[in-house]
């Protein structure tokens, strides 16, 4: 019987072999093929099995991924998971082999056999403890006394992180490792010395034994994690480095036994002169050691290619000053609620994010725009979580708390990306699936051709040579080349105000060939100001018809019917209740004011409604937007009566921005819903490649699909709600980080500050980041293309050189650590 069957949650090729092997392994199944793009499993059974018995079969192997009948969505089900008491409890594979997939408790990657490396976020650093000095059972929220001995509790010091654990476990291991290799490395190397002083002690034979009795610490305590690794990963058949390490740093410690208690049953070739089995306690001993040093050096490494979200975490404080009844209480961030008035004292972070309701003052928030210079704030404005008070002090409302603010945002943000998959990566998935099996087979023929052809002794040098083979291959070098580079890329772009959705993001910026923007608020500063009102007819005063404006632009949320409103505020205009409100997208809104029809907006909304506008005002309008402005036409009961001007000046960086990503070889095209003759004073004054006024949000869309079926490989920058089509359609969105919800949603790229000078520095760091990749991968490929055939013993022919397997070793676990700090150069790059 052959049944098909839909299959959630996978991921990558790594979710796809594990289902499969999930599959396989229930009773009845007699073959299992999964279709990772369909989602489906075609299981062929000898009779039927009830779909139950899969479902059981997906849960008992942990429930990260269900089976069902194809139509049927069924989610896997989540167990609810304990919060850590230390760190996140969130952890990840470094090499991303099954995706972005995690996992809640530290140990190895069941693809790639690497540690799993613990994510970094907030969650952990509000969670302060108190406790006694004299009691440390005694544990509480805040600070206090002892209810046992009266004493004043102290913070408890947080626990060393998982990262800090795995790597004090594995330097005690290799110190453990290193004090028996060495004396096993003395005395297999002293068989070099004339007279071997140790001979005059004991006999080779003896001596040993003495190696063995020091290698099985070495073996069976410091370095045993690799070979669990290695049978895991013969077992799953997720062949890895792991697997090559076991197979020649076993293949070298078995037969050096064997050769302890059988040396009858081998041939004379490897025994030494006294009739002893030559033995190689000290190659598999060293081998190890050398590879433990390797993994000791990467999660060193590994700890710093993520310093950018450390360094963000720093940010966060974990303690407010509440202002309750007015008095001034310290709580912990964790107990701020929406809408809770604080005190911000002078050179304090801020705690959440949230708007000013008195006094004034200058906040650096160089640490999330990137951007050196305080900003001046005020009632009103808005402040964000971890940026830095200036010398006043101020009181705020909360806004934000917890996970939805800006710094827990960006951490997000960086995290996810981290752990995107980028589309080069599918290179080294290619090569690595095919890696190990090849490895295996050449050393399997380097061992065939020494055997026949080799000097003697043909089957010692047959044996070194093989192992040697195994041992200086490194998939791990091919695995880490992109991940590293996104990782340190993503939070050195988080650094300078560059929020990346995905690793796909930042490799297809540097493709970018054509740049389109949007005028409100991308180019120009999005704070439109009132110019004036201009009345043409003297049906209605000045004032009521500036009433109108006011009242009407009320229910709307577009920054120029903003810029109205609050200059009806500061001029104390009272807002009139407007009923039918609507907001023609594009073009203007309407709606009745005392039983008198309103109409605000530009020439279409006039033309849509049937509203004449006189040539003398046309003329007035032409002239205001040949300046710049943005006009809107005023119709009440179907005439119009005046029009109104908003001012919104350009940015101080947009022209330089614009001529540095000109510069780079992008073409720079301004869509905007204004008014053609305004458009073109902006893309005149700012040497625009093109412009188009007068656009709906479809208009843009179809734009943007235009410039695609041309071949040109096309970005979107906007803020707005009317950009998000745009947006989502490009192959690349960029969303000012001073917009709105729904723009950020749609781009792959944010720009925290909301300036064009942003999209350069995404432009160079995505330019970084893929030579960075690029380095990696050549190194990682041109590493393992001459070693192997270095060590498979290609070069004795011609000039007489060997590579022993323990210099194999180290050159295998230095390749992996020298592409880690290749990466790590992102950090110094400067992408301004």
């Not at 006094?359 to 999330?368: F, L, P, R, Y």
């Not at 049906?539 to 404006?549: I, K, M």
Request: charged residues 20%.
């Amino acid at each position: 019987m052959k049944h098909t069957y839909h299959i959630h949650g996978m991921s990558c090729n790594g979710c796809r072999n594990h289902v499969e092997q999930t599959l396989s392994k229930v009773e009845g199944v007699t073959s299992v093929e999964v279709n990772l793009e369909k989602a489906e499993a075609v299981i062929e059974m000898e009779e039927h099995v009830p779909i139950e018995t899969f479902q059981q079969a997906m849960e008992m192997d942990g429930g990260s991924y269900s089976i069902h009948m194809p139509g049927h969505h069924h989610e896997p089900k989540q167990e609810k998971k304990q919060a850590p008491t230390t760190g996140t409890g969130t952890f990840y594979c470094p090499m991303h082999c099954e995706g972005d997939k995690t996992y809640d408790k530290p140990g190895d990657c069941p693809v790639c056999g690497m540690d799993l490396v613990e994510e970094q976020n907030t969650s952990s650093n509000s969670n302060q403890k108190w406790t006694c000095p004299m009691h440390p059972e005694v544990v509480e929220d805040g600070p206090g006394s002892c209810p046992k001995c009266g004493m004043d509790l102290v913070p408890m010091q947080p626990e060393a992180s998982a990262e800090e654990k795995t790597y004090k476990k594995l330097l005690k291991k290799f110190w453990i490792a290193v004090g028996f290799t060495l004396p096993i490395f003395l005395i297999a190397m002293s068989e070099m010395i004339p007279n071997n002083p140790l001979y005059e002690i004991l006999r080779p034979k003896y001596w040993n034994w003495v190696q063995f009795a020091l290698s099985l610490p070495v073996v069976f305590y410091a370095t045993w994690m690799f070979f669990q690794r290695a049978y895991r990963s013969i077992k799953t058949w997720n062949l890895n480095m792991f697997t090559l390490i076991g197979i020649g740093a076993g293949v070298a410690f078995v037969f050096s036994v064997l050769g302890l208690l059988f040396p009858g049953f081998f041939p004379d070739q490897f025994k030494s002169e006294t009739g002893a089995v030559h033995v190689y306690f000290e190659a598999a001993t060293v081998i190890l050691t050398l590879v433990l040093l390797g993994q000791l050096l990467e999660a060193r490494a590994h700890s710093k290619t993520n310093n950018a979200v450390k360094e963000l975490l720093k940010l966060a404080p974990n303690k407010a000053i509440k202002v309750v009844d007015g008095e001034e209480v310290e709580v912990s961030i964790d107990a701020i609620e929406l809408g809770d008035i604080l005190r911000v004292k002078p050179g304090e972070k801020i705690p959440v994010d949230g708007v000013i309701t008195e006094g004034e003052t200058s906040v650096d928030e160089s640490m999330i725009t990137g951007e050196p210079i305080p900003v001046e704030k005020g009632v009103e404005d808005k402040v964000s979580s971890g940026t830095i008070n200036g010398n006043q002090s101020f009181l705020m409302k909360a806004e934000k708390v917890g996970s939805d603010t800006l710094l827990s945002q960006i951490i997000k943000m960086v995290n996810d990306a981290s752990r995107s998959r980028a589309p080069i990566q599918n290179l080294a998935d290619k090569v690595s699936a095919y890696f190990v099996p090849t490895v295996v087979i050449i050393s399997i023929l380097t061992f065939a051709i020494w055997a026949i052809w080799g000097p003697q002794p043909t089957y010692v040098y047959a044996l070194i040579n093989a192992i040697a083979v195994l041992i200086i291959a490194c998939p791990c070098a091919l695995g880490l080349a992109t991940p590293m580079s996104v990782m340190v890329g993503v939070g050195k772009g988080a650094q300078n105000g560059v929020l990346i959705k995905n690793a796909e993001a930042l490799e297809k910026m540097a493709d970018v060939d054509t740049l389109i923007i949007d005028k409100t608020g991308t180019i120009t500063e999005g704070k439109p100001t009132f110019d004036k009102l201009e009345v043409f007819l003297d049906t209605y005063s000045e004032e009521d018809l500036l009433q109108y404006v006011v009242s009407v632009n009320a229910n709307s949320e577009h920054p120029l019917a903003q810029a109205t409103v609050k200059y009806g505020k500061e001029n104390n205009i009272k807002i009139l209740k407007t009923e039918s409100f609507n907001a023609v997208t594009g073009m203007g809104v309407e709606g009745k004011i005392k039983d008198a029809k309103i109409h605000l907006g530009n020439i279409k909304l006039m033309e849509k409604v049937n509203v004449e506008v006189s040539d003398a005002m046309k003329e007035k309008v032409k002239k205001a937007q040949g300046e710049g402005k943005t006009v809107s036409y005023l119709a009440v009961e179907g005439k119009c009566q005046a029009f109104v001007s908003i001012g919104d000046k350009i940015k101080a960086t947009s022209a330089k921005a614009i001529k540095a990503i000109q510069d780079k070889g992008i073409a720079v095209i301004m869509l905007t819903g204004d008014n053609a003759t305004t458009a073109k004073a902006v893309a005149s004054e700012l040497h625009l490649d093109d412009f188009k006024a007068e656009t709906l949000p479809e208009d843009k869309m179809k734009e943007v699909e235009r410039l695609q079926g041309e071949g040109k490989v096309v970005a979107m920058a906007g803020d707005g709600i009317n950009d998000a089509p745009a947006l989502a359609k490009s192959d690349l969105g960029i969303a000012m980080g001073t917009g709105t919800d729904v723009a950020i949603e749609s781009a792959m790229i944010t720009l925290v500050k909301g300036d064009l000078h942003g999209i350069v520095k995404a432009r160079n760091l995505s330019e970084a980041v893929m030579k960075n990749i690029k380095q990696n991968l050549f190194f990682a490929l041109i590493y393992n293309t001459i070693g192997v055939p270095v060590a498979a013993g290609v070069l004795y022919p011609f000039i007489g050189i060997l590579l022993s397997p323990m210099i194999a070793a180290l050159a295998m676990s230095f390749s992996s650590v020298s592409v880690i700090a290749n990466a790590l150069r992102l950090r110094t790059k400067s992408i301004d």
